[in-house]
């Protein structure tokens, strides 16, 4: 067997109730390494174009890195990679937590999900078995509750289950999946394409390990790792105050000095208020101990304890910096126990935290407008920083009620039904709400979100720090940003292949020694570096088939034409002009055209002519 790998991938087809393992094949592994890299692969293969996500011909595919389930530290990640119904286009998220690894110990790589069963079901995966189980008697439950069924269910605490809440049942379509109760695959939408194929959860226990191909090398590697991980001061950092901060540095106080905390709706990226809800008050107030995922030393976890007031007796695991901001300082929101109830309330029933901030955030605005009235919000005084407003339409949008309906949609669709200026303050980017940083405070971040193959995210590329604190970059100037993008891109990327977490990464020559003692290949940094290149092409390559192209690498309105009203960044916009220049630029360096295909002989030089053949008899690309 490869080292590394469990060395098989197994397909669920669930209208037909069959499974079908498939030995996994080195030659692709090598190629796209595991993790995002396979399943974007998979979903390029293994789907059709143009068939609608909430179809059981959609695919929805799991996968584990050759580092998931090893003594790297932080070896845990998995990838939900599906058709998402926010977008259209490409979608996934990454797991941490226990599920990945298990996965991996009951024998597969990936686990490829289609079709859709008549009643609600699970899939249960006992070592080398596996089967589906009925799940009526969890449908409708939160998320917290069907875990705890589905382990009682099988006598057994250690099982490990990635489930979906009634957001996913009633095809919200930002609904997440959700593993070990508390960590989400979220973001694409994965969790609501569960729902549309009855799919409530995925269980998995398994008793295997995973080895490598030189045991002893990959073990003196692995310590290596764990030491220089242990002794990188990022790491004390994020055990102290997790991603709610402070201690100092780059958390969300400097963001409001940065001016990039998104504020109402992103009209402002300065909360007058950032001080109540920073990281010290959550300490002081709500902190019970620190969590840890899979064979990670920096347990960025927190588990939390609501003390007083009206959600006394809470428990909560979080919040962490993007549902702190987008449930608190985007809704105008500055009470801690507030925001930490609204994230409870998230993970039970089901939503991606940062598109759900961003939809209240969103119709606040409406509400405030008078595009959504009282009558529609079923009698919600849906006003900027009321908690229980927000709680409320929270509610109603996982269960479809009243405004809820439409909101559940996503801010794109919504706007689009809600209709008059909603849509110039729709905050998103192909469909997929953006995340907890403001796009106009920096060009290389807004760079970075318009050509993310995701929308509005950002997992691809992170660059307001380096942009903000190193004095060779202006963060107002275009100059150079594509290729701090592209690289900030493929750092963020690889871990996501290797299921590896991105918090306190090693260097590419780190990464390279531990996958040549882990699966025996002889295998460089420059080869390693080449992968999320090619995986950004080839989901580049997928959305292009869909039809998405240069004009989709846009931001919203709000940050081309409206002027930040206040703080650091007050009277900053992206223009079209800069816009444009950065694109010309990125979509040079990725071999893109100008248009942003993929071009042949890029496509040919990752070895995947068979992608630029598919694009071809589409007459995408010239044969
Ligand atoms: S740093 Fe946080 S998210 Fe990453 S592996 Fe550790 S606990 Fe999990």
Redesign the pocket.
């Known amino acids: 067997m490869l080292g590394g790998y469990a060395g098989k991938i197994l397909h669920v087809d669930l209208s037909k109730r069959m499974f079908k393992k498939e030995i996994l094949d080195p030659k692709f592994a090598r190629a796209f390494l595991g993790g995002r890299g396979f399943g974007a692969k998979l979903l390029f293969d293994h789907l059709e174009p143009g068939v609608d996500p909430f179809s059981p011909d959609n695919v929805l595919i799991f996968a584990t890195g050759p580092f998931t389930g090893t003594n790297m530290?932080?070896g845990?990640?998995y990838s939900v990679v599906t058709k998402s119904p926010l977008t259209g286009g490409y979608g996934d998220g990454e797991g941490?937590?226990h599920f990945g690894p298990e996965l991996k110990f009951a024998g597969y790589d990936a686990l490829i999900v289609k079709g859709k069963a008549d009643k609600p079901v699970y899939i249960w995966i006992d070592d080398e078995t596996a089967r589906l189980e009925d799940a009526t008697h969890i449908w409708g439950r939160g998320v917290f509750e069907a875990d705890k069924i589905i382990k009682d269910d099988k006598a057994d605490k250690l099982v490990r289950v990635a489930a979906v809440g009634p957001a996913a049942e009633k095809l919200v379509r930002f609904a997440a999946v959700t593993n070990d109760l508390y960590?989400h695959a979220a973001r694409g939408g994965g969790g609501a394409v569960m729902g549309s194929k009855n799919l409530k959860a995925v269980a998995v226990r398994g008793f295997g390990g995973v080895e490598a191909a030189n045991t002893d090398e990959f073990n003196k590697v692995a310590e290596e790792a764990m030491k220089k991980t242990y002794d990188n001061p990022g790491r004390k950092g994020?055990y102290d105050w997790?991603?709610w901060g402070g201690g100092g540095g780059w958390d969300l106080k400097q963001y409001n000095l940065w001016g990039i905390h998104p504020t109402r709706n992103y009209r402002s990226g300065y909360f007058e208020n950032y001080e109540k809800i920073y990281g010290k008050n959550f300490r002081d107030r709500l902190l019970l101990k620190?969590?840890?995922?899979?064979?990670?030393?920096?347990?960025?976890?927190r588990h939390a304890l609501i003390r007083d007031g009206p959600y006394k007796g809470t428990f909560v695991e979080g919040p962490e910096y993007e549902t702190i901001t987008m449930l608190g300082s985007d809704c105008g929101v500055d009470n801690i126990e507030a925001i930490a109830k609204a994230h409870q309330m998230c993970d039970d029933l089901g939503f991606d935290g940062i598109s759900a901030g961003n939809v209240v955030a969103f119709a606040m605005e409406c509400y405030e407008k008078g595009l959504i009235t009282k009558e529609q919000t079923g009698g919600i005084e849906l006003k900027w920083g009321d908690p229980e407003a927000q709680m409320a339409l929270l509610k109603k949008i996982a269960y479809r009620e009243d405004i809820g309906d439409v909101l559940a949609e996503g801010v794109k669709i919504a706007a689009e039904k809600i209709g008059g200026s909603a849509p110039d303050f729709a905050m998103h980017v192909k469909g997929l709400p953006l995340p907890a940083y403001e796009p106009r405070g920096a060009l290389g971040q807004a760079l970075a979100f318009a050509i993310s193959d995701l929308g509005g995210s950002h997992d691809r590329a992170w660059t307001y720090g380096e942009e903000i604190t190193n004095p060779k970059l202006d963060r107002f100037s275009t100059d150079a940003k594509a290729e701090l993008v592209k690289n900030n891109m493929r750092m963020r990327t690889l871990p996501d292949i290797l299921g590896y977490?991105?918090?306190?990464l090693l260097s590419y020559d780190d990464y390279a020694k531990a996958m040549a003692a882990l699966t025996g290949w002889n295998i460089t940094a420059e080869e390693l570096m080449t992968v999320p290149d090619k995986v950004t092409t080839l989901t580049r390559a997928f959305n292009v088939r869909e039809g998405f192209g240069r004009k989709d690498d846009i931001l919203p309105p709000r940050a081309m034409k409206e002027p930040v009203v206040d703080g650091p960044t007050k009277g900053r916009m992206v223009t079209k002009e800069e816009l444009d220049k950065m694109l010309d630029e990125y979509y040079l360096l990725m071999g893109w055209d100008k248009d942003g295909i993929p071009k042949r002989e890029t496509l040919e030089k990752y070895g995947m002519t068979d992608v630029a053949e598919k694009l071809t008899s589409r007459g995408i690309l010239l044969s």
């Open positions: 530290p932080k845990q990640r941490g937590g960590r994020m997790g991603t620190q969590r840890a995922c899979f064979a990670c030393p920096l347990a960025c976890g977490c991105r918090f306190v």
